[in-house]
C-alpha cells in the first residue's frame, strides 16, 4: 500500500527504531508511546485489520505471538507483566489500517486505559 506509514516502515522509506525484524514480522517503538514501553508488532504483509485474518495470512500473527514472550523478555517487562491491544476498525480506535498490536508495559497499566 502506497501511502500506508507501516508499509513505508517495512520498506524502509521511514525510519524507525527496530527491537525485531524477519522476513515476516517487524516489532518497533511507538513514536507516541503511552507508556515507557510502546513496541507495535505488524506483518510486513499489508492486512487491514483483524476483519481480514485468514487462514492463508494467520502464521503470521502466530509469529508475531511466538516473538512478543522475547522481546517482552528482553526489555524486562516480561514478569511485571504487559498489555497487548488491537484496535480494529473506526469505531475500534484503528488509526493506522495496517494490522498492529500495541505491546505496552514498563508501569502499572489502568483498566479502562487512561
Known sequence: MEDCIFC???DGKISAK???ENDSIVIFHDITPQAPIHLLAIPK???TSANDINQSNANLISEIFNNIPI???SLGISESGYRIVNNCG???GQTVH???FHILGGRRLTWPPG
Open 18 to 20: 527496530k527491537e525485531f
Open 98 to 100: 495496517h494490522l498492529h
Open 45 to 47: 504483509l499489508h492486512i
Open 8 to 10: 513505508k516502515i517495512i
Open 90 to 92: 473506526t469505531f475500534g
Open 71 to 73: 522481546i517482552t523478555k
